[in-house]
């Protein structure tokens, strides 16, 4: 998939877990990891201000454009 999700490494940055930032940001933790693990098909621009807002980033902080080879 050419869109990469770098949730993790701005919960590493920020050092806040998988729990609190869900808790935070109003999303089950097995959401949140579906996002983290790159298996979303998409995501809510509701819940990328909220997770850009918790960690202090900015959407490109979070999403990576890698396109196939």
Same mark, same amino acid.
């Given at each position: 998939?050419?869109?990469? #999700?770098? +949730?993790? #490494?701005?919960? *590493?940055? $920020?050092?806040?877990? !998988?729990?609190?930032? !869900? *808790? $935070?940001?109003?999303?089950?933790? !097995?959401?949140?990891?579906?996002?983290?693990?790159?298996?979303?098909? *998409? #995501?809510?621009?509701?819940? +990328?201000? *909220? +997770?850009?807002?918790?960690?202090?980033?900015?959407? !490109?902080? +979070?999403?990576?454009?890698?396109?196939?080879?």
């Amino acid at each position: 998939m050419p869109i990469v #999700v770098n +949730l993790d #490494v701005m919960m *590493a940055k $920020r050092k806040i877990s !998988a729990g609190e930032l !869900a *808790a $935070r940001i109003g999303i089950t933790p !097995a959401n949140l990891s579906i996002l983290k693990n790159n298996k979303a098909r *998409a #995501v809510r621009f509701s819940t +990328l201000e *909220a +997770l850009c807002r918790e960690l202090q980033c900015q959407p !490109a902080d +979070l999403l990576e454009y890698l396109p196939d080879e």
